[in-house]
């Protein structure tokens, strides 16, 4: 990829590039400009200097390189330096060996790839590039530019501007639009860090193909996958890359995700099947023998059935309700070509028709295609009608008397949010206890009946202070109580946030091997539970975001070994800030974020000190960054003070806004503003009601209870 301002730049580059030969090497020390060898006899890496003179070198490796040198620095109101890159096809005149590129769009019919990518600090992104044009080109700049944002770190963005939102290859994108020069381009922005993907390329063209000019005669004529540097960037690596153009029918598909079952017709034996692992939509439905290939899962979510692969949904044609209206792939739109019921008797039936799914003439083999058709009336079913739906199922929609966890199930992170079992974003609200050690006794059968009945709460965090006369003075005690408080929480379907409460020192290496002895002891105990949430780091102090990250990256893995599934919390620098109460911003953890899936970053505020200056701050960074606010006062930074009434409603109001999920402090009777009881309420036991209430507490009761609103489809 490149971004190619002038036409200078163009021609600059075409005469420099055509006089590198590409060398052929397994391992090689890259510093010339513009200099090239190949990988695997199938791939060309380039160092690709297009911006700069200065010198950059790249080390490759079997399966790809990495930046050892990289001296110059641009604007990043400019284009970058440059795009050091992995390449299948033709650049510049450069083809890659044995390549069947350039490739006629309409004769390609799968782009299977795979790609991983090493981060580190600067200003850049890392993208992978598609090149398409309207002739069969080698040489040049082809007129169109698919560019993937995988990840961007710094204040860089695609050319053009944003024109809406997609998804594609099951994940979401923000789409950017423009021309920078010489040529179109049509990016796919990330909305968090992707690591690692395998995708079909394929999929990215067919969506251009829908939303430009480019149509199925032009040619697919290379594929690229690098990074664009603006400063910094040594140690960026493509860890591997792969990918292969089919042409013809019957490619090798994807891998298939995690996500899905079969649907398997009782007459035939064979599994509905997408027709040539088709993308499109309107590609047919037919019966073929069951595979493990994605083209075969559906996950029943709410009243549909969606293939997790392509996120669309199995339709009728047309939306007919006629006999004989054939089944297809299609986008999920809502209407009632798309809703299906399952049946006890083992019919599927499109409610909108009355019809039974049904195999055309009551075929049994390979290719029968599928429809809907009257349900057979002869008092039982008719072979050609029974299915047996084979796991891949999403709860049906819950009644209005569920818990959160009921409803909503595992968690994960998704994009910027944090999403439920129907895949859906939501937001958690409730309540933080305070220091076990002080308040235990405010935790028990009464007070939690309390929390999850009267004031409808979400979550429970449970606060286990490490130092303070905490954990480091007997782990086992305060292991178990967390333990038992997890359990308490499950009973009464609340999400439990266990959270590592470390404060003084700030430093959260001086706990780090107290927090992995403590995490690896409940991850393990808890691991097949779906409502515990990791907070590992409460709030960082005085230390860069580098230490925080690194002390992440080493306790996150502890937890993933016992529990894989469960969302896990970074705290942030600055008292969990994001650094803002240290004079930094967001763009810390942005540009150089935790290297780990399914986490969130915790941002803590006390109203009556931390105001507009700050809500911007949020508001900026939860574009960019998924955010749980784990704690929040109503009063002063000391938990102590009058409640600012005002302060606290503006940023619970821009909390939902945003969909971010939040615990107040405490749920206890402590003898200080933020306390929610009056004190002496936890000796008393009496919770219920609002007369023990403090002023803090009522206001956050009165926010927390009113009513959730869990999507579900």
């Known amino acids: 990829m490149r971004r190619l301002f002038q036409a200078l730049t163009v021609l600059a580059v075409a005469a420099t590039a055509a006089l590198v030969a590409a060398a052929p090497a397994q391992a090689a020390t890259i510093c010339e400009q513009y200099g090239t060898t190949t990988i695997q006899d199938t791939y060309i890496v380039q160092n690709n200097r297009w911006g700069s003179a200065a010198e950059q070198c ?263 309700t006629a006999n004989g209206a054939r089944l297809q792939l299609y986008t999920c739109n809502g209407t009632g070509a798309q809703s299906w019921q399952v049946n006890g008797d083992g019919t599927i039936t499109n409610p909108q028709s009355g019809k039974c799914l049904d195999a055309v003439e009551q075929g049994t083999g390979n290719g029968t295609r599928l429809q809907i058709w009257d349900c057979f009336g002869g008092g039982g079913t008719q072979p050609n009608q029974v299915w047996t739906v084979d796991g891949g199922s999403t709860p049906p929609p819950p009644g209005d008397d569920q818990t959160p966890l009921a409803i909503n199930g595992q968690l994960y992170v998704c994009g910027v949010n944090l999403c439920n079992q129907y895949h859906q974003p939501i937001q958690l609200r409730g309540m933080s206890t305070h220091g076990l050690q002080w308040f235990n006794n405010c935790y028990n059968d009464a007070s939690l009946d309390v929390l999850a009945d009267e004031w409808r709460a979400d979550l429970f965090r449970i606060a286990m202070y490490v130092q303070e006369g905490g954990y480091e003075t007997n782990p086992p005690w305060f292991t178990n109580r967390v333990n038992e408080l997890v359990d308490e929480a499950e009973e009464r379907g609340l999400y439990a946030m266990i959270d ?45 975001w580098g230490t925080i990250k690194s002390y992440a990256e080493q306790v996150i893995p502890v937890i993933r070994a016992n529990d894989p599934d469960a969302v896990i919390i970074v705290g942030t620098r600055g008292w969990s800030s994001l650094g803002v109460s240290e004079g930094s911003n967001a763009d810390e953890v942005i540009n150089n974020p935790v290297n780990a899936s399914n986490i969130m970053y915790a941002f803590h505020f006390y109203a009556a000190s931390h105001q507009d200056f700050y809500r911007t701050e949020v508001q900026r960074a939860a574009a960019t960054l998924p955010l749980f606010v784990t704690e929040f006062g109503t009063v002063d930074y000391t938990g102590d003070g009058g409640v600012d009434v005002g302060s606290t409603n503006a940023w619970i109001n821009l909390l939902d806004q945003l969909k971010i999920g939040y615990a107040n402090w405490t749920y206890s009777d402590a003898n200080e503003g933020s306390g929610a009881f009056n004190p002496g309420t936890c000796n008393n036991g009496n919770f219920s009601g609002t007369s023990n209430l403090t002023a803090s507490g009522n206001l956050l009761r009165s926010r927390i209870s009113t009513p959730d609103n869990f999507p579900t489809s």
């Not at 140690?235 to 042409?247: C, K, M, Q, R, T």
């Not at 020192?505 to 091997?513: C, H, Q, R």
């Open 58 to 320: 790249i080390d490759t490796t079997d399966n790809g390189f990495r930046i050892t040198s990289q001296q110059g620095s641009t604007s990043t109101s400019g284009p970058p330096l440059s795009y050091p890159s992995v390449v299948l096809g033709c650049h510049y005149q450069n083809c890659s060996p044995g390549t069947n590129l350039p490739a006629q769009l309409s004769q390609v019919s799968s782009v299977p790839s795979a790609i991983s990518y090493g981060y580190a600090g600067g200003t850049y992104n890392a993208t992978y590039d598609i090149w398409m044009d309207p002739t069969p080109k080698t040489d040049g700049v082809s007129q169109m530019e698919i560019m993937i944002w995988f990840h961007r770190q710094g204040s860089i963005q695609p050319i053009g501007g944003p024109v809406g939102n997609t998804t594609v290859g099951g994940r979401n994108w923000e789409v950017w639009q423009g021309n920078n020069g010489g040529n179109d381009v049509v990016s796919y922005l990330a909305p968090a860090t992707i690591n690692s993907w395998s995708f079909n390329v394929k999929d990215f063209i067919d969506d251009v193909v829908a939303r430009t000019q480019v149509t199925n005669d032009w040619y697919l004529t290379s594929l690229q996958a690098g990074f664009e540097p603006w400063n910094g960037g040594v140690g960026l690596a493509v860890n591997n890359f792969s990918a292969e153009v089919n042409v013809g029918t019957s490619p090798p598909p994807p891998p298939p995700p995690g996500d899905g079952g079969t649907i398997v017709g009782q007459a035939s034996g064979r599994c509905l099947d997408i027709l040539d692992l088709g993308t499109a939509d309107s590609t047919p439905i037919q019966l073929w023998d069951c595979t493990t290939n994605w083209n075969q899962l559906w996950s029943r979510t709410g009243n549909t059935f969606v293939n997790p692969q392509t996120g669309k949904c199995l339709d009728v044609s047309g939306g007919s």
């Open 500 to 544: 590592f409460h470390t404060l003084t020192p700030g430093d959260p290496m001086y706990n780090l091997d107290r927090a992995k002895t403590f995490f690896a002891a409940v991850a393990s105990r808890n691991a097949d539970k779906k409502n515990v949430i990791y907070e590992i780091a409460n709030e960082p102090n005085g230390v860069g």
